[in-house]
């Protein structure tokens, strides 16, 4: 199952390694599906949903490598933006409240309004 698959300490370590490489837009989603999925609201469907994705972020075997410039975290974006189709209604401004201050405090800039 996915979520045996997927644990904390490796997805802050991977975020933390290759945040500023991966860009903000990457790594904002998967701070979207992190803080979704610790929400006691989200539903246990929804959570499995999420781990797969995070799995897969954290994974060291990627379809493409995330060593390979500007296209090494397409296949990660890919894979975080399906799952934050299937949960979107988990993603709310709490969780975007909590990506913001981490990004705010990962990338030096002001946190900003949760986007609708």
């Known amino acids: 199952m996915a979520d045996e698959q997927f644990t904390d300490s490796g997805f802050w370590n991977k975020v933390k390694l290759f945040s500023r490489q ?7 989603r998967a701070l979207w599906l992190y803080y979704a999925a610790q929400q006691p609201n989200t539903p246990k469907w929804a959570k499995s949903v999420i781990f797969g994705a ?17 296209v090494g ?5 890919g894979a975080l933006a399906a799952a934050l189709t299937m949960v979107t209604l988990y993603i709310d401004d709490e969780v975007k ?3 913001a201050d981490k990004l705010a405090l990962w990338f030096g800039d002001k946190p ?3 986007k609708a």
């Open 97 to 99: 409240s909590l990506a």
């Open 54 to 70: 995070l799995a897969y972020f954290i994974s060291p075997l990627d379809a493409i490598p995330d060593l390979t410039p500007l």
């Open 73 to 77: 975290f397409t296949d990660d974006l």
């Open 22 to 28: 991966a860009g903000r837009e990457v790594i904002e």
């Open 112 to 114: 900003t309004e949760p």
